[in-house]
């Protein structure tokens, strides 16, 4: 399907967020990890959520789910330990076979339909940590084997970089191993302690220790518990940057702003401006008396509670209309760059870098490699303009920075493949609509 949007817009509207993408998934997986019903509240409804769904009910998990009240509830008491569709295989293959090796002495599941094209993701990382467990694994073209032997027990796992999925794939195995599991250089995002709260609710006995290291003792058995999604940060992020880059007002519902801390810091510094109007509702704009920084910002994500790799392409966008010369450094995937190439149709100055910029990351040169990981963003040239040809984004977030684009830029911008982007936000035609945007949809 296609979007065409046409430009300029001031969007100014009410938005309520959708439950996180990042979190409902997972928290999903949980179900295999016990043989009662869990019930999930706040559950968007997206294309990952669908995939996950269809994906327990292969493995024989009773899945019901309302779309409408956002709920779903997930009895998983006869689930089987062979995934053999692929065709809804997606990056919570993992956190599955993590959850059935404890019930079976082996899995079988297909290798992921990879996520968004952002670079190398570290696939080691999740067979390190079942390797560590004394589970051994198998892998051919298509898919992975993990056997056991023995019950799980209880191990130290040291992470090559705090990976999100593969802490989480770490905590799945270690939950209802024999023993204490010590997770060392662990991911702490937001989501990450999400799913940790749920387990605890289960059962579960996980604590925090330290600088990024997570201790669980295991248990033999976890129960059946309600979960409920909280609201997701990066949809109200993208929301924000709508507001300040279209000139318009959005109020923004359902948000957790202590999750979007480092965000709104650089949010105001480019322009933007938030006022809190209730615990869980910010509104944000364009700042009336913003002056342009003399200096070059520099934007380095990183691991949390650093700026989060997802709203770079987001805070690119806010540069370029801004007029703010800005570096883009990003350390957390290696190729997440390639939006400055539709940049630069929009008429914004923008280029791609191999540099770290004096700030030396995994990702410079010096390892063997040249990664593209770096964006210059130089402002515009003129004015913002809707390109001639049709667009086709290639990652979630890098597609709704063209949405914006596309809603500040003067004429008629098509955008196809839009399901890339829907994949990361829920009812988003409609919400554009709500808001003010001029956008009709083609087949």
């Not at 802490?167 to 662990?186: C, D, S, V, W, Y």
């Not at 993208?238 to 000139?247: C, V």
């Not at 040809?389 to 709704?400: E, F, H, Q, W, Y």
């Amino acid at each position: 399907m296609k979007y065409v949007i046409k430009g300029p817009n001031t969007a100014s509207g009410e938005v309520v967020i959708s439950g996180a993408k990042n979190f409902s998934i997972k928290a999903l997986a949980l179900s295999l990890l016990q043989d009662g019903v869990m019930e999930y509240h706040n559950v968007p409804n997206n294309i990952d959520v669908f995939k996950t769904n269809e994906m327990l009910r292969a493995l024989g998990a009773k899945v019901e789910f309302d779309a409408q009240k956002k709920y779903a509830r997930v009895e998983a008491s006869s689930i089987v330990n062979v995934l053999e569709d692929d065709t809804h295989a997606n990056m919570m293959v993992f956190l599955i076979g993590a959850s059935l090796i404890h019930k079976y002495d082996y899995v079988r599941f297909p290798k992921m339909n990879k996520g968004c094209p952002l670079g190398k993701r570290a696939d080691d990382f999740h067979i390190m940590a079942f390797e560590n467990f004394g589970v051994s694994s198998l892998e051919s073209e298509n898919e992975y084997v993990f056997k056991k032997e023995f019950p799980l027990v209880g191990c130290d796992i040291v992470l090559p970089y705090p990976s999100v999925g593969a802490t989480e794939t770490a905590i799945f195995l270690a939950a209802k191993a024999n023993g204490m599991t010590r997770i060392f250089n662990a991911a702490i995002e937001p989501e990450v302690q999400a799913l940790v709260t749920a387990l605890i609710t289960m059962g579960a006995n996980i604590f925090f220790v330290g600088d990024r290291e997570i201790v669980v003792h295991g248990v033999e058995k976890l129960h059946s518990v309600r979960v409920d999604i909280h609201g997701d940060y990066l949809e109200a992020a993208s929301w924000a940057i709508m507001a300040a880059a279209t000139d318009g007002e959005i109020v923004v519902r359902g948000v957790v702003p202590e999750l979007i801390g480092a965000f709104l810091g650089i949010f105001n510094m480019m322009g933007g401006s938030v006022k809190r109007l209730g615990d869980d509702v910010l509104k944000f704009s364009r700042a009336r008396n913003f002056i342009r920084p003399e200096r070059t910002m520099v934007l380095e994500t990183g691991v949390f509670p650093k700026l989060r790799t997802d709203l770079q392409p987001l805070l690119a966008v806010l540069a370029g209309v801004h007029n703010i010369k800005t570096i883009v450094h990003d350390t957390v995937y290696n190729d997440r760059v390639r939006y400055v190439e539709t940049f630069r149709q929009f008429g914004l100055r923008a280029d791609g870098s191999h540099d770290c910029f004096d700030n030396k990351c995994r990702f410079h040169e010096s390892s063997g490699t040249k990664s593209m990981h770096s964006a210059l963003i130089d402002g515009l040239d003129g004015e913002l303009v809707a390109p001639s040809n049709v667009l086709v984004p290639t990652t979630i977030r890098s597609g709704m920075a063209e949405i914006i684009l596309a809603a500040a830029a003067c004429g008629i911008t098509v955008i196809d493949k839009v399901e890339v982007i829907e994949r990361g936000y829920c009812d988003l035609f409609n919400k554009l609509v709500q808001i003010g945007i001029n956008i009709t949809t083609l087949e």
